[in-house]
């Protein structure tokens, strides 16, 4: 070990951004994290905390963290070279290969898949909205006759960038109709253990008993509660892994070419040089996601990278190519936040500094949800201490002060700024490199009354109930009521998942609804005579 990189891992400049506070009064074991860097091949690696907290038993660089999303890459490199062995074509339609898709999915194809250009809904997003309870088991054939269901996509395939778990979930199912084998014996034989990574799989198998394996820990208000999801879906998520093996992929990509110098299934290490290469739209428009990779820079940095969080585990990845460095931090604490804390890591690391906090002129920050308008769209500005929670359907970002005065963050890496006028009514909202005027809406007066009502999606095959209680409306699906926070004229909001219900002649007639990576979902009234509830009861 490093005793510099050691010092650097365990630093004021990295640990706060990582780990948050102990539950009030709580002084048993808590879960925590492993962080690792890699420079020029010269490791270092620093653990804290639990992987199990019942037993005491301490995170070491053995521990096996399920690395959620880090499972794209391993998915997207077992693609590639499944093309370069002549299986299949990244230009052909997906349809081609899983023809009960149906008419919607015609003009994807097995690229847009990779690169999350498809336009298919999130299925994650669509089993929330139908009422998913919290330890249903799903197995990937519902979720493909869910996804068969769809009668249109979000967008156009090739013309926008939508990050979307569907997406590599198909993947999976199309891997598997081209060669036969599962998507996690493909990458078994093709991508670990040519490369030595004895730790990492795509977990396909509940019942597989695995040694040193992280239990995963939600704070709660008292302690802790143990987060568990049964699902044997791989390729979006599903993969198991350590610090180590992380290293040495990245390692291993760093290398000339991406790395190896063998073929996929033919005994070297795997080549994969398209995996460091960014995307693009059809149109040649580039786009920060590549093949199960975002290019993303911290400071001047350029930088690949990809996060996971799944039930309760929570990762980051990253190489600086032009440095050889890799950075790792992966945490069974589902509150911890590893994409800050590597981002320091390679501030640290590479320029010796961390970002400094901001002190912004109060007067501009509403202290109460303030609702804007522009672009055509709605959203919404709500306190969120030490910072704001910036709310629409397709963005949710956490901004924080900075010393202009501005609120600053980013989504999915891209960057945002947004500012106001002096007297708060006009907002300048920056994403990237795209400036939009946001306007204060006055807030909405309708009675809530006019909404209530059945209605139904035929590609969800599932009812919502929209009624109104003590002045307020609420919206029920499978047993599941949250209260809808009005937002403006006809649109309300639950969380994350917005309702605007479609009005014709004065008379509501349906609802589109929504949610991160699940946009645009149409529910239309269902008719007296012919009405069941959110539960299949029959309701006059």
Known sequence: MNDDLITLLTSAAVLPDLLPDDPPGWDGPVPGAIVALSRQGRRSIAAFGCADIENGVPISARTVFDGGSLAKQFAAAVTLLSRDR?????????????????????RVRIGDLLQHTSGIRDYKALLAIVGARRYDFYSQADVLSLLARQRSLAFEPGTEYEYSNSNYLLLGAVLHRVTGRRLGELCRSWVCEPLGLSATWLADDLSRPVPGRARSYSRTDTGFRVEYTPTEIVGDSGLSTTVTDLLTWGEH???????????GGGGGEPRLP???????????????????????????RSCVRH???????????????DHGLVAVALSNWAQAQPTRAVAGIVREALDGRAPGAGHPSPSRLPDRPVTLAGDGDIWQLRPAPPGHALITPLVQAYLT???????????EGTPITL?????ADVWRLRMGERTTKLVRLPPPDEDPARYANIFHSAELMTSITVSVRDGELYWRRR???ERLSR?????????????????????????RLDAPRARDIRFTVVPPGSRTDDEGKSVS
């Open 86 to 106: 002549a299986d299949l074509d990244l230009d052909e339609p997906v349809t081609g290969r899983l023809p009960e898709l149906g008419p919607a999915y015609q």
């Open 253 to 263: 990509l760093l290398g000339a070419d991406g790395g190896g110098d063998g073929g």
């Open 274 to 300: 398209d995996l460091l290469r960014p995307g693009s739209l059809a149109d040649g428009t580039p786009i920060r996601y590549g093949f199960g990779l975002c290019f993303e820079p911290v400071g001047s």
């Open 307 to 321: 996060g996971g969080s799944v039930d309760g585990f929570q990762s980051e990845w990253l190489i600086v190519p």
């Open 401 to 411: 002060p900075a010393a202009d005065g501005t609120l600053r963050g980013d989504h």
């Open 419 to 423: 500012d106001a006028d002096r007297t």
């Open 479 to 481: 047993g599941v009521t």
């Open 487 to 511: 937002v403006a004229a006809d649109v309300f909001r639950a969380g994350a998942t917005w309702l605007r219900f479609l009005v014709e002649d004065d008379r509501v007639c349906g609802l």
